[in-house]
Every structure is written in C-alpha cells, then in structure tokens.
C-alpha cells in the first residue's frame, strides 16, 4: 500500500442521501434475483481492482451495505487515497448473502466513479509535482454527485474550487458587462457577499491590470497563450493568486504550470472520466 492522502472526510448527510437515491433507483421494492439465494444463508466476498489506481469512495460503498436491516461487514484493505496496483483485493465483505448481491452494483458503481475522479486527479498532480502550482476542480460534475466527486478529488491530492454558486464569487464577463465595468462588479460584490471568496475572470493583460487595482481574491485568467501567461504572472507579482482555465491537458499542464501560476481548474477530473474497472466476487 502507497500514496497515502489524508483528506477531510465527506459529509455523512451528502453520503447518506447519494445512496438512498441510488438503492432507490435499483432495487425500489425488492431484489427479485437475490430470492433464489436462502434467506438465512451468510457469505463472504472481495473485491478485486482489475487495473492500477488511486481509490475513493469508501463510505459511500460502506453505507451501500450499511442500509440493510442486517448490514454486511466490510474489511478494507486500501483506505481512500493511497494507490492500489491492479490486482489487488481492495476489502472483504461478510454478512447475510442476499444483502451482498443486492447492494452489489451500487456500491461497485460510487467505487468506480470516484476511484476513475481520484486516478485522473491523481495524473494531474503528478504532472505539476516539484511547482507551486495547486490542482482544482471546477463544477462540471455529474448530477448529483457533486460532493462525491469533489471528495475524490482531495483523494487524489486535488484542492476544491467552490462547491456551488452560493460560496464563493466568480465574475466573468457577463456580469462585467452587466456592471458596467471589472472594477464595478468587484465592488458589488464585496457588497452583496462580503467575506466569501471573490474571484474575477479576465482575457487579456489589460484586463489584468484593471483587476488586480480592485484587489479580488483571485484572477482568473482564461484562455492565455503560455506567453502571456508568464507575462501575467510577472504583472500580478505576488499580489494576487492566479488561476489559470480553459483547454487544460495532461499534455500542457506541466508547461502551464512552469510558467508559475497558482492554480489551475480542470474540468476533465470529474467530466472526462472513464471507470475503474472493479469485480466483486463471492466467496467459495
């Protein structure tokens, strides 16, 4: 076991209700299937990882089997976070056999979403290590997952961008264009949200300029060419954090990041994901 992260643990509420929808929506009023098996039959099982990654999504797996009136025990073997090589048996369930079956594909199902967020995470990190630059999140999540996803993100030595619309400012150019100019947006801001993060898109150096005399908490700058960037960071000069947005790739996130930026936001680590491939597996 490798690679170990320690991260905030996601809110037992989010948990909670991101597992009754999905119980809901699979085995609404029973699991016809699981009646061949006796009722009062007892089983183990283990899950195996069938490809290299970095998991996440533990407690909304345990509370998948934590539902049931007589809930399976689950045995892990990884904690979220750390790297489990392909494979590998990540934990061991034991418990009645039909809870087993029933709670199956749901469980399996948060494992692989947010274990394939934590991997691609995980790949971005890597990619800036040895800079200052901090890997976030954006909002393009799945529906409804928002708070599992961006805990995988963590798992995968991510930072968070704001969860929703309600905890932080972000002024892009609408709302400039609505304001009447950047300085006048960020100081309606201030005045609507005051002591929440308050960040500003902008386009171009000029624009740069006019943000950094409001004084946000953050600029954002959007769609810079790998010069310009280098040019933005030698104008902000330590007085504003800048983040960088827009095209962001495995294959350009080094060079962004030697060009000394403070953030950049990907998109593609909770959009552009492809499952982890895990088998769950009944005991002989």
């Not at 290590?129 to 997952?145: E, I, N």
């Not at 827009?246 to 990907?266: N, P, Q, W």
């Amino acid at each position: 076991m490798s690679g170990h992260r320690r991260m905030e643990p996601p809110d037992a509420s989010a948990v909670a209700a991101d597992v009754a929808r999905a119980l809901a929506e699979d085995v609404r009023g029973g699991d016809l299937t699981a009646q061949l098996l006796p009722a009062e039959k007892r089983g183990r099982a283990h899950v195996v990882a069938k490809e290299p990654c970095v998991l996440a999504g533990a407690p909304w797996f345990d509370a998948c089997f934590a539902s049931f009136d007589r809930p399976p025990v689950v045995h892990w073997h990884y904690t979220d976070g750390e790297t489990v090589p392909a494979g590998a048996i990540v934990c061991r369930i034991e418990g009645q056999a039909r809870a087993i079956v029933t709670g199956e594909r749901c469980a399996l199902n948060f494992l692989q979403t947010l274990s394939a967020t934590a991997t691609q995470t995980a790949a971005y990190v890597a990619a800036v290590a040895g800079t200052r630059t901090k890997v976030l999140d954006t909002r393009k999540t799945l529906p409804g997952l928002r708070v599992a996803q961006k805990y995988a993100v963590r798992c995968g030595g991510g930072h968070n961008h704001r969860m929703g619309l309600w905890d932080a400012v972000l002024v892009k150019e609408n709302h400039v264009a609505a304001a009447g100019s950047i300085a006048a947006a960020i100081a309606s801001a201030r005045a609507i949200a005051p002591g929440v993060l308050l960040e500003v898109e902008v386009e171009s150096l000029d624009e740069l300029r006019e943000a950094l005399a409001a004084q946000p908490d953050r600029i954002m700058i959007d769609d810079f060419t790998p010069a310009d960037m280098v040019a933005a960071v030698a104008i902000a000069d330590g007085r504003c954090p800048l983040e960088v947005s827009g095209g962001v790739s495995l294959a350009t996130i080094g060079a962004i990041a030697k060009t000394g930026v403070d953030y950049v936001s990907i998109g593609a680590l909770t959009k552009h994901i492809r499952a982890i491939d895990f088998s769950l597996r009944m005991d002989a």
